[in-house]
């Protein structure tokens, strides 16, 4: 007999809110209001976070890009791979890895474009625990 699974989940809501410690949780760009939010209070380590884009004008966003990296102690660039969600933010889902600093400072650089193909590249600062 052949038995198969599938490892779809289902779409889970989630609450987006400014984290603890989070350097802005709203910035200007593209001459749009862009609010930057995560689905968890704080980021620990080794424990993935949901990271959303959302602006006062979705539907002039085609594009949202970005990447982390360590801002006290570099550990390479973490990749944030934003989809598109239906009702026109954007997500992507985070890691980041533990070391030596009990708290570390990541900076989160995301680039925006728009319908137009302008760009523009923003940053904030977040911190993550060891738990």
Not at 38 to 63: C, G, H, Y
């Amino acid at each position: 007999m052949l038995v198969s699974c599938t490892d779809h989940k289902p779409e889970v809501a989630i609450k987006p809110i400014c984290i603890e410690g989070q350097s802005a949780c709203v910035v200007e760009a593209l001459q749009s209001q862009i609010q930057l939010t995560f689905n968890q209070q704080r980021l620990v380590a080794e424990t993935p976070f949901i990271m959303r884009i959302d602006s006062n004008n979705n539907d002039e966003i085609i594009k949202v890009q970005g990447y982390m990296e360590g801002e006290n102690m570099y550990m390479g660039k973490i990749p944030l791979i934003f989809i598109a969600n239906s009702k026109g933010y954007y997500e992507a889902q985070g890691f980041v890895g533990s070391c030596g600093y009990k708290d570390m400072q990541w900076r989160i650089w995301i680039t925006i474009t728009d319908k137009h193909e302008r760009s523009e590249t923003l940053s904030i600062t977040v911190p993550s625990y060891l738990h």
